[in-house]
């Protein structure tokens, strides 16, 4: 059956349609593409096949032993802690290719079974086919999952299991069927039973929360899903699964049943973009999906998204020819970065990576769910600052997409010194706020005087903030002061400022440098209610007056 649907895709879904005016007017929800051609080979495959002393499973060099592309399939998998098993550069020397079939994980055997029972003599392993302990090899192949993924004929997504050692082709429980005789409406009035199956929602797998495996999916132009309750074949024009061989209309949208971390999000990348709009909005999609899940490694943040990141990027280099082009910028996009610096941790901020993971203007620098506030209103208010550089240093050579080691962010924009003090003395006026669906509670006060008391009838203001990191958050800010740059100004309906939060570090050549540290919406009067009137000043005044200055963002 499922050598079937393959074959139903070969036979039925667009292949490698050249692109012409024409097929870039079509929307990109109208364009099927389940590309499956031999044009690529990565560096290393395992060899599957079966003699009668049993499985013979090798690792060849394919440079060295194949003199043609090949049909190969990929495995997407949850590793679930330390390989036993996997490629180092000692046993690439001494095994000589060779592999013992029952040493593997049983997720890797039964890749290989399904590998050979679909016909195919080739499978893609990331254990096996990279040399773990070779960090110059690792970063060249992390640089090529878009290329790894995209060209496999099927990726196998083990869904169910939880770590390589459990397998996927273990017995399911029985689909639950419910006869039930029903009064058929008719001439006759004959009895009839009809079978009452029980929902094929899919549910969260084990897979579904990791990190890697995202990029997996949606890099994939077929995918074989072995989940708890069916087993799924998708690609980019439809869906079939084996219990009841229903066939749906794939449609890439983002839907959320539950916490973020069930969030299901479309299978197949999209083949274009209307504009760069849309692309931006599509790649916030994926972050907030993204970074809901986990890593083992942390500092792995800015590697397992890095091949969307490339195939987004050749997406929307199609729309250069009309004036629009954005860059790749340590999780931002150039097109998007005045817009693309409005965001929080969606959850309790997380510890301070130990490793450098991206400048602090970035969501790559932090831990946990990314979330952006305008996603929570119609109304998003005006941008209040201007990009003028920017400059990075790649970690990798072969990873454009990739880590970088430092960036800096030169931008034009309104700056204030703080004051914030914690005054939960109000709990009758901190009631009154909150943030939309997030309930966010103030716990600061904020002032642009500094020798201010507390006095809700003068110039302090109430804020929702939620600080990137668990040491910020932390600190007693009621000794200190801050800095607020302004992102978004909407004091015309909603009486609200969108700041962040700086922490001020050193001047270069007569500019200022400072650290993120946090978000802040500071609330005003509501114009439309005046509930938070309480003789504060309005928004729209508070908000004026600040210095114009170019600082720098690190």
Known sequence: MIKSWIQDCNDKHVQNQPETEALRAIPQQSITHCSSSKSYNPTRLLHVDMIDSGWKISLVDSKVSLHDYVHYSALSYCWGGAQLYKS???SITTQQGLIEYQQLPATIQDACRVTYGLGYSYLWVDALCIVQDDEAEMQREIANMKHIYSNAVVTIAASRANSSAEGFLQTREPVPIFPLTLRAVGAYGTASEVGLMGSFNRDFQPLDSRAWALQENLLSSRVLE???AVTRFYCATSCMQKENSVRYKTDGLLSRRGGYSTWQIGHIFPTQFADLDSANRYWWDIVRFYTHRKLSVPADRPLAISGLAERLYA?????ADSGQHSTYIAGLWSADLSEGLDWFVDSLAQPRPEEYQGPSWSWLSV??????????AANRGQVAI???????SLKSQYAHFGAVTNATLTVRCYISVVMFKDERAYNELAE???MENLNWKPRLYVSREQDTTIDRRKDWQQTATRFDTS???GQDWNSKNAFLMQLRNDTQDRERLDTLILQYDSTV???????RVGFCRVEGRDTKSRALDNGRVAMSTWSQGWDREVIQLI
Not at 367 to 376: A, K, W
């Open 509 to 515: 050549d007569g500019i200022r440098r400072f650290r």
């Open 315 to 319: 997406q929307t280099v199609r729309l």
């Open 471 to 473: 040491e910020d958050d």
């Open 88 to 90: 180092t550069r000692e």
């Open 386 to 392: 201007e990009i003028c550089d920017y400059e990075m």
């Open 226 to 228: 072995f989940t708890s």
């Open 367 to 376: 831990s946990g769910g990314i979330m952006r506030p305008y996603m929570l």
């Open 432 to 434: 009154e706020v909150t």
